[in-house]
């Protein structure tokens, strides 16, 4: 199937890796040229060489990290002067599994930087010449916990749940220029970050990981962790002409966890 996207460019970030990466992939396979962007440089220039040799398509690799403000403009700069953006998906790492309370401040700003501000300053600024060109594409990963809080995830629920408000309300502030504005929502993804949280649940629960894993495939309908490159199938859709028509969505990819309709 054409997605009808060939040729297009795209700013992923978090494409070293994971879900990140999965993205990079499944875009540069339909034609897509790529700015990928992660805080490993080594990574990212081993992703964008290895995409760019396989799918024949250009790849710029660009090192930030996305809790500086600075590096951040720096990257809206760059948007706005340097690069034609018609795809920008908006990806970044979680904070450490935690409470409620008795969180550093620290970890919250830094939390509200990445997940939150970094979102809203390249949306802002990719936006403008998707609205010229009357076509655009907005994605933002962000969790199933924005539905569901999942526990011990408190920083990451609640920032997330806030892009939710500005993704809803940009989407359909630009519906009528042709930018669609969606959100991905990851369930149990099999990733470095789920590896991590996993991780700490088996800390504070006293049992071995594989035993957090298998008990939490017990609660998944289709009874096992998803594939990245399941999940980048679905954001590979959404950045695509055939998906013109779906805006200020939320899409699950969590083999069916969330039971809430």
């Not at 992939?25 to 760019?52: K, M, P, T, Y």
């Not at 920032?159 to 630009?174: D, I, N, P, W, Y």
Request: negative net charge.
């Amino acid at each position: 199937m054409d997605l009808g996207i060939k040729g297009k460019t795209a700013l992923v970030l978090g494409a070293s890796q994971g879900i990140g990466g999965a993205i990079a992939a499944a875009l540069a396979a339909e034609g897509c040229n790529l700015v990928i962007g992660a805080r490993n440089e080594e990574a990212l220039q081993a992703n964008a060489s290895e995409l760019s040799t396989k799918h024949g398509v250009e790849v710029t690799p660009y090192a930030i990290d996305m809790t500086d403000a600075d590096a951040v403009e720096a990257l809206c700069a760059k948007v706005k002067d340097d690069w034609t953006i018609d795809i920008l998906v908006n990806n970044a790492g979680g904070p450490p599994p935690s409470p409620s309370t008795g969180v550093d401040a620290k970890v919250w700003q830094n939390t509200i930087q990445s997940l939150l501000l970094s979102v809203i300053r390249l949306s802002e600024t990719a936006v403008e010449g998707m609205r010229e060109r009357k076509w655009g594409r907005i994605l933002t990963v962000a969790s199933s916990g924005v539905i569901q809080p999942i526990p011990n995830l408190a920083v990451s629920n609640t920032v997330r749940s806030a892009v939710v408000g500005f993704s809803k309300s940009l989407s359909s502030e630009v519906a009528k220029d042709g930018v669609t504005v969606n959100m991905i929502l990851p369930g149990r993804i099999d990733t470095a970050r789920v590896e991590q949280i996993d991780a700490g649940a088996s800390k504070r629960l006293g049992i071995p990981v594989e035993q957090v894993r298998e008990n939490f495939k017990a609660t998944v309908p289709a009874g096992r962790y998803g594939k990245p490159e399941e999940f980048a199938s679905v954001a590979a859709f959404l950045a695509s002409d055939l998906a013109s028509y779906v805006t200020g969505h939320l899409m699950r990819v969590d083999g069916g966890s969330i039971r809430s309709v």
